[in-house]
C-alpha cells in the first residue's frame, strides 16, 4: 500500500526583525492606559522575534516603515497591498523553495500546491512559482486560499492524495504568507494585540512515495460549535480586516478536554488517548493557543516545546507556521517516533493529521 511522505521541509523569512518597532509604534497609537495594557500584554507573548519585508521606520521622525508604504494617516488601500504581495511574494517563495536543496530533481516536479491568505493575484502566485523554476507545462497546480492558519494542513492532504494516486507523483507544497501587508492604523487594543502577534513567512515542502523523513497517515477536521465569530478575515478597501476574538484560547480548551474525554474512535485523538503521541506538531496562534492546548490534553510542558520555540523565533506566521515547527522536528526527532500535527483556522476548525518518524 502507498504511503505519502514529507521527504523535506525548507523555511525562509525576510530580513527586517520588525517585533520590537511594532510594539513601539503600538503604543503611538493608542490612549495611555490602553498602552499600558498593550506593554503587559506584549511581555507576556513569548514573542522575541517577527519578521517582515517591510523595514521599519524612524518613529520618532512619524516614520512607520522605511520604505513609506505605511504613511501615518494614509495607510494603503487593497490594490497597493496586493500589487505589494505580487511583487514580493514570489520572491520569498525561492528563498524557501531553494532551502530544500532539490538542485536538478525540480525537473521531476509534477504537483505544485500553494496554499497563502494573505494576497490573490491572477496569474495566481502558484503560476509565478512554476515560471520562476521552469517546472514542467503540465504540472498540475492547486491554490488554497483565504483558510487561515489551518491551511498547511489541507494543502498537505492534497498532496497526500496525489502520491496515493499516482505513486510517481512528486509535490511541491507551499505555504506563503505576508501577515505584514495588513497592518491597521487602529486605536483598538484587541486590534493592535492581534498584529503584535503576526509575521511573514514561507515554508516549502517535498511530498513523494520515498520512505524519508515523515510518514503521513490520517486526516481529520473537526469543527468547533458555536465559534464561527472567532476567528474572520474579511476584505476592506485598506487591506484585509482580521478579528481575533480572546475567546479562542477557552473555547479551543474546552473542545480539547471534550475529545480528550472520548473513547470513541471519532475524534482528533482516535480515542487512543495522548499516550499514542510522541511529537505534538501544533500550530503556535500566540502564547494563550498553545496554553489552551496543553491545558485541553493535559500534556506535560515540555511537549509544545518545539511550538513555542517557533512562536518566539517567528511569531505566528498563518499557515506557515506549523511547517517551520514540523522541520524544527524533523531535524531533531528519532525513527519510530509517532506524531500529530494541529492548526486551527477559521470557522472555528481544528486541522489535523497523524506522522510517524522514518
Partial sequence: MTTAYINRIGTAVPENDIHQGFVDYARTMLDPRKAAVFSRMAERAAIGHRYSHLAMGDLVAGDVDAQDF??????????????????????????????????????????????????????????????????????????????????????????????????????????????????????????????????????????????????????????????????????????????????VPGKIAQALREDLARSDAGGLLRGEGTQAVDLWAVHGGGRTVLDAVESGFGLAPEALAPSRAVLSAHGNMSSATVMFVLKRMMERATAGARGMAMAFGPGMVAETFRFSVV
Wanted: proline share 4%.
Fill in 70 to 247: 505605511y504613511r501615518r494617516g494614509d495607510f494603503p488601500d487593497i490594490g497597493k497591498r496586493m500589487a505589494q504581495y505580487e511583487r514580493t511574494a514570489p520572491e520569498l517563495a525561492g528563498q524557501a523553495i531553494g532551502a530544500l536543496g532539490l538542485g536538478d530533481a525540480m525537473d521531476g516536479i509534477t504537483h505544485l500546491v500553494v496554499a497563502s491568505c494573505t494576497g490573490f493575484t491572477a496569474p495566481g502566485l502558484d503560476q509565478h512559482i512554476a515560471w520562476r523554476l521552469g517546472l514542467r507545462a503540465d504540472v498540475q497546480r492547486t491554490l488554497v486560499g483565504f483558510m487561515g492558519c489551518s491551511a498547511a494542513v489541507p494543502a498537505l492532504r492534497i498532496a497526500q492524495a496525489a502520491v496515493l494516486a499516482d505513486p510517481a507523483a512528486k509535490v511541491l507544497v507551499v505555504n506563503l504568507e505576508l501577515c505584514t501587508l495588513h497592518l491597521q492604523e487602529t486605536d483598538d487594543l484587541e486590534t493592535a494585540l492581534t498584529f503584535m502577534l503576526f509575521g511573514d513567512g514561507c515554508a516549502a515542502t517535498l511530498v513523494t512515495a520515498e520512505p524519508e523523513g515523515f510518514a503521513m497517515a490520517d486526516f481529520r477536521a473537526a469543527t468547533i460549535p458555536e465559534t464561527e465569530d472567532l476567528i474572520t478575515w474579511h476584505i476592506g478597501a485598506q487591506g484585509f480586516l482580521m478579528h481575533l476574538s480572546g475567546g
